[in-house]
């Protein structure tokens, strides 16, 4: 028997929410076909979040996933003492949860107002047994995942505080909005406070506030009102990254 037909906008049985979602192709639900997502999205809903807001919370029991339609997230981890550490960030459309493990390993907060599609982790987990094409995508995600993790570990380990300043508003500028990637020209709004990209970064707030500076008056990037930058040329910021 032939597999059923991968999901695209042409696909009659497509949900017209679907079909309108920016997430769609890139993100999980790309791995499904028109029916599948008919049956998912009867079972989901979508909500906006304020920045703030604790979406997840460490080794707290899942009860479901989410698609990232817009907006950053900010993965934590909090010691005994109460100290936090960020350990990560996710854009859209990246899958917010963790399949095949029944609670949460990080405390995940929106760093930004945040567009969320929510469904149900028995659906998921049901339709991962089911859909191959749909484990192979979120296998691909972890990967992915990984790889960005070990990148960062060279960034906090072996760079300049010049270059990780660089490369983080490289991350922000190529991931912050999915379009991004192919634009050489790249406006943002910065979706962590200088406390937290100092966090982030294993700097201090001062020393972020003085690298970005050197940026602005190198031309690399320019800065309005404190959070709004502005990248002309990602070649250069890459550059000094040492990417």
Known sequence: MMSEPRADVHNSDMPVLCQACEARHRGVCGALSGTELLQLSSKASRREVVPGTELAADAELTSSYANILSGVVKLTKILADGRQQIVGLQFAPDFLGRPFKATSETNAESATTVRLCTFPRAV?????????????????????????????????????????????????????????????????????????????????IET????????????????????????????????????
């Open 124 to 204: 998921i987990d049901r339709m991962i047994s089911e859909t191959p094409e749909l484990e192979r995508r979120l296998l691909q995600q972890t990967l992915n995942e990984l790889d960005e993790a070990r990148g960062w570990m060279v960034t906090l380990g072996r760079k300049t505080a010049a270059e990780k300043v660089a490369s983080f508003l490289y991350l922000i500028a190529t991931h912050i909005n999915p379009e991004s990637e192919s634009a050489t020209n790249v406006s943002f709004e910065l979706p962590l406070t200088r406390a937290d990209i100092a966090d982030f970064l294993g700097l201090t």
């Open 208 to 243: 972020v506030s003085r690298q970005m500076t050197k940026l602005r008056k190198a031309d690399v990037i320019s800065i309005e009102n404190n959070r709004h930058v502005t990248v002309p040329d990602l070649e250069r910021l890459a550059h000094r990254a040492s990417i």
